[in-house]
Nanobody, 120 residues
């Protein structure tokens, strides 16, 4: 199983970034997937989860209305569109193959992470 994130970087407050996660080594379309983020101060925080078909999503209240999780099963790729970014959302963002609750951080595999820095 391999999950490789891309698309992070520097954004200004109020700006946007789109993360991608290329999946391989398993049948992507069979699995619930999620994004989590990691900071030294807050630890690991759940961001958003999407079901295997891509027609159901769940997001943390802190990102609802600003972040959109999606997937393209034909391309084995997971996405996270992030709008109206705030400095406190500076973190290492990981895509993960989810296990357990839809509103949770549990996973059995995750990517190496992609740094998102929000600063003016």
């Amino acid at each position: 199983v391999q999950l490789v994130e891309s698309g992070g970087g520097l954004a200004q407050p109020g700006g946007s970034l789109r993360l991608s996660c290329a999946a391989s080594g398993f049948t992507f379309s069979n699995h619930l997937m999620r994004w989590v983020r990691q900071t030294p101060g807050k630890g690991l925080e759940w961001v958003s989860t999407i079901n295997s078909a891509g027609n159901m999503v769940w997001s943390a209240d802190s990102v609802k209305g600003r972040f959109t999780i999606s997937r393209d099963n034909a391309k084995n790729t997971l996405y996270l569109q992030m709008n109206s970014l705030q400095p406190e959302e500076t973190a290492l963002y990981h895509c993960a193959r989810a296990i357990g609750k839809v509103r949770g951080i549990e996973y059995d595999y995750w990517g190496q992470g992609n740094q998102v820095t929000v600063s003016s």
